[in-house]
């Protein structure tokens, strides 16, 4: 704790933005693993119950704050709860029927989206470094898609509107970051999954339109089923999993710059590309491999500059208006 404290803001940032890419590829190799039983909205309706459990009894007591739904910001809030509906819901369709790795390099057009709204709406500043090492990483996802080539699908459109949704709820996130506590911005999260996943339960969950929308969508119509005990560890894992990355991510954007947090998500490429090959035989080709090489180089490389910078005094970011 004593090292903690005399760190940085932004190096504190960028442990929360890796443990928070771990997370979600644990989560996100769970949901693929159970597409072929579960609906999407029901999974996400069960582990949001989860995840609010584990924020109300785990991180808030962490965090050491009291839990309130209460504030001016509640609007921003309730935004960025839809948002992140919809980014889960486009991310985990196009997971279902694609491999994660090229998922998740498609949803890394996200970091650059994400830089470049910071600079022009909450004033930060992005250095020549910073932005080479975000193209560097950005090229490397390219190499990995090979846009244009045999590999391209029209699935691919899916987690490139869930990486739209996603950069505007993290810059949502920095510009409220120091009136709101990361387990209150998890907690809008879980109810925000709550309630619109409820409601998509109510309305299809009996299976009235399986079979509609051909395979793309079969994830997303397939009736409701009672899970059973086996079942029960995977629903704990993705609830433990959501909440974790839910709350790191808030406190990377709360603590860090958007402009520095962003490239550090690219950790969650080669973690998937772990999880694709040791749980579904997913193996990259060459062109996967030299794309996570650069991406990965580009990540370490902002971690190093960064670290260099911790040793001067600490520099508190700008405050958005």
């Known amino acids: 704790m004593t090292a903690l404290a005399h760190m940085s803001r932004n190096s504190l940032g960028a442990i929360a933005a890796i443990t928070s890419s771990l997370c979600f590829s644990i989560n996100d190799a769970t949901v693929k693993f159970m597409s072929g039983d579960f609906a999407l909205p029901q999974l996400m309706f069960l582990r949001s119950i989860l995840a609010m459990a584990v924020i109300v009894f785990i991180l808030s007591r962490l965090e050491g704050q009291k839990l309130s739904l209460r504030g001016s910001r509640r609007g921003v809030l309730v935004l960025r709860g839809l948002l992140m509906v919809l980014a889960n819901l486009f991310f985990f369709l196009g997971i279902a029927v694609l491999p994660i790795a090229d998922t998740v390099g498609v949803f890394f057009i996200c970091p650059l989206l994400i830089l470049a709204m910071s600079v022009l709406f909450l004033g930060e500043k992005a250095g020549p470094r910073r932005w080479s090492a975000v193209g560097i990483g950005l090229l490397g996802v390219l190499i990995m898609l090979r846009p244009g080539g ?59 339109l399986d079979g509609q929308g051909g395979t793309l969508f079969a994830f997303l119509l397939r009736p409701w089923v009672w899970p059973v005990a086996a079942d029960l560890p995977l629903f704990m894992v993705i609830g433990v999993a959501t909440a974790g990355s839910n709350y790191f991510v808030s406190q990377a954007y709360r603590l860090g710059e958007a402009s520095l947090v962003a490239p550090l998500e ?22 996967s491999w030299v794309g996570m090489t650069l991406i990965v180089g580009a990540g370490l490389f902002v971690v190093w500059r960064e670290s260099l910078a911790a040793q001067a005094p600490d520099r508190q970011p700008p405050r958005p208006q």
């Open 150 to 208: 045999d590999g391209f699908q029209i699935a691919l459109i899916l987690p490139l509107i869930a990486a739209a949704c996603y950069a505007v709820l993290q810059v949502m996130t920095r510009a409220i970051g120091d009136a709101v506590s990361a387990t209150t911005m998890s907690f809008y999260l879980q109810i925000s999954f709550f309630v619109i996943m409820g409601a998509m339960g109510i309305a299809f969950g009996a299976g009235q």
């Open 266 to 287: 690219y950790a969650a490429l080669p973690m998937g590309v772990l999880f694709g090959v040791l749980i579904f035989g997913d193996w990259p080709s060459l062109n």
